[in-house]
């Protein structure tokens, strides 16, 4: 009987061991981590919020977006009636180490997608981390932006540039415009392709690069109206003010670490069968412990 006791329990920590490779254990520094929520939503609503995240509220340092601050961040971007008068959205964020990439899931946000996020945190200088944004239930996700650039300097104790905060608030509302008349991924590559070009288009005459800006777009089989060229044109000139080099760069790594996204979804299936293997061999251990007592 000892034997078989001491047997049975070898087993069990070598499945442990295998167990700690499928699953290891995440140790998070909340320093490097910020919530922001809605200053109007209720205790109810904000802990259904933090359900979405995966997170215990008060294991992560809170700070609260007042509709005054969504107003001041995105006022002369967006209409005062689509901002309106309640601050609903809440936000995410947890630095990571350089190299690692951007990381954007949303939950209930019905107007930015995941890229356009990417798109204009990685203008505004923030590029490696991984942030949720969601609410209670549906919103547009506009005031998000402001959350985001709040919380990236409450943690890093460094304000971000008000220029690079407005060219990426300008970013996403134009995107979020455009995809809603051809589409996310359309919207979302023009602008990318025209941030690639921006050591060209500073030296471009406005009709120059209205027609450089229908050609894109044209590359994505989509006919732009003057008033979405313009818009993008504007959208340029902004961008052209930033670090034109550093803009490039900064779309080729992040179009490099969507790659290896969707490179590292191929794995998935192999790590969902390793995960099968050791819950099936943790249900034989329990069979046997079962068997063994039984059996006496």
């Not at 060219?167 to 990318?192: D, F, K, R, Y």
């Not at 670490?257 to 099968?276: C, I, M, N, P, Y």
Request: aromatic fraction near 6%.
């Amino acid at each position: 009987m000892k034997n078989r006791l001491r047997i049975l329990l070898s087993a069990w920590m070598m499945l442990m061991l295998v167990a700690g490779t499928v699953c290891p254990a995440v140790h998070a520094d909340a320093d490097m981590r910020r919530v922001v929520v809605g200053a109007d939503l209720s205790e109810e609503q904000v802990n259904a919020v933090y359900g979405s995240f995966g997170i215990t509220r008060g294991d992560v340092p809170e700070l609260r977006l007042t509709n005054a601050e969504e107003h001041a961040a995105l006022d002369g971007f967006l209409d005062a009636a689509v901002i309106g008068t309640k601050s609903m959205s809440c936000v995410f964020l947890e630095l990571m180490p350089q190299g690692s990439g951007l990381s954007v899931t949303v939950n209930n946000v019905s107007w930015c997608t995941p890229d356009m996020y990417r798109n204009a945190f990685t203008t505004a200088g923030i590029t490696d981390a991984r942030i949720t944004v969601a609410a209670p239930f549906p919103v547009s996700g506009t005031a998000a932006l402001a959350g985001i650039y709040k919380a990236y300097e409450d943690m890093t104790g460094r304000k971000l540039d008000t220029a690079v905060k407005d060219v990426g608030t300008q970013e996403l509302t134009v995107t979020g415009a455009l995809a809603n008349e051809i589409g996310s991924t359309a919207s979302t590559s023009i602008v990318n392709d025209l941030k690639k070009m921006l050591g060209d288009t500073v030296n471009m005459s406005d009709e120059e690069l209205r027609t450089a800006i229908r050609r894109i777009a044209s590359g994505y089989g989509v006919s732009l109206t003057e008033a979405q060229v313009q818009r993008l044109l504007e959208l340029c000139r902004s961008l052209e003010k930033l670090d034109p080099d550093s803009l490039t760069e900064k779309v080729g790594e992040l179009q490099s670490t969507l790659e290896k996204v969707s490179d590292a979804k191929d794995q998935v299936v192999g790590f969902v069968e390793k995960a099968r293997q050791v819950i099936d061999a943790v249900k034989d251990f329990f069979a046997r412990i079962s068997s063994l007592f039984n059996g006496r």
